[in-house]
């Protein structure tokens, strides 16, 4: 049975399908994997930025942020990247309201 969704796929629903995330480079698959486990490393989350991509922290999110808006990204990790952009998109929420001077938390 051919799914009409996904063209070409005769799968369930429920089968991983296979995503080559053609366009991501190694150093953004490492921005990635590094942001999904980096709280199980020891020291701070700036100095092992510091320390595995040679960048500064400011420069790491800046990457990160621009990262997270790409399809490649999104099928590399998807649950990952769903999570950082609900995460920015709730940060900028609350920068909004205080500008605005409205309590958002009750």
Avoid: C, H
Avoid at 57 to 63: D, I, M
């Amino acid at each position: 049975m051919t799914s009409m969704w996904f063209a070409g796929y005769s799968g369930a629903m429920s089968d991983p399908m296979a995503v080559t995330p053609a366009a991501l480079s190694d150093q953004q698959a490492s921005l990635l994997d590094f942001e999904k486990q980096w709280w199980s490393l020891p020291g701070s989350k700036e100095s092992e930025i510091r320390e595995r991509f040679d960048i500064s922290p400011t420069r790491y999110y800046q990457l990160i942020n621009a990262l997270i808006d790409t399809e490649q990204a999104l099928a590399y990790d998807p649950l990952l990247v769903k999570r950082l952009r609900r995460l920015r998109a709730a940060r900028q929420k609350e920068r909004t309201a205080r500008r605005l001077g409205v309590n958002l938390k009750v």
